[in-house]
């Protein structure tokens, strides 16, 4: 599976620098509403720290996987952020994380919603993929490493 299949160009965010997952969890709740505008930004934070409560979604090796689940979508909305510096985000191996892979998925998509995780992981072990998406220096280049996968 194609990341490209879910991310478009405008979505994939390289050598951003945040230092926490507070920060992380606003800013990706500022790029839902600006793709969905009916959902308020605080209604994103809130999806995400539910599902955070419920173990962190930081699935090892620097990889994070934040999600939550929203009414007023028709479609999962997802980005791909790359942070300059790994962040701590308590993942399964105690390890910082830098590569973000955030999906809003529509409340009633659950079951499709867990098989996208499924092949996102899968995906993401790749650790030479890994590499060369934490080298990207520009939105543009990080698109083009998930368009020619």
């Given at each position: 599976m194609k990341l490209s299949t879910f991310i478009t160009?405008?979505?994939t965010k390289a050598a951003v620098l945040f230092n926490s997952k507070k920060r992380l969890f606003e800013?990706?709740?500022?790029?839902?509403h600006q793709v969905a505008p009916n959902i308020t930004a605080q209604e994103c934070i809130d999806?995400?720290?539910q599902r955070e409560k419920l173990g962190s979604t930081g699935i090892?090796?620097?990889i994070a996987i934040p999600h939550g689940r929203l009414e007023g979508i028709d479609e999962t909305i997802a980005f791909l952020?790359?942070?300059e510096k790994p962040i701590?985000?308590?993942a399964i191996d105690d390890k910082p994380v830098d590569i973000f892979l955030a999906l809003m998925v529509p409340e009633a998509q659950c079951q499709e919603h867990l098989k996208t995780l499924a092949n996102?992981?899968?995906?993401l072990k790749d650790k030479h993929?890994?590499?060369?998406?934490r080298h990207a220096q520009t939105n543009a280049a990080l698109f083009q490493i998930i368009n020619q996968d």
């Open positions: 160009e405008d979505r800013y990706i709740s500022e790029l839902t999806a995400l720290m090892g090796n620097g952020i790359v942070n701590p985000f308590d996102i992981a899968q995906k993929y890994c590499k060369q998406l």
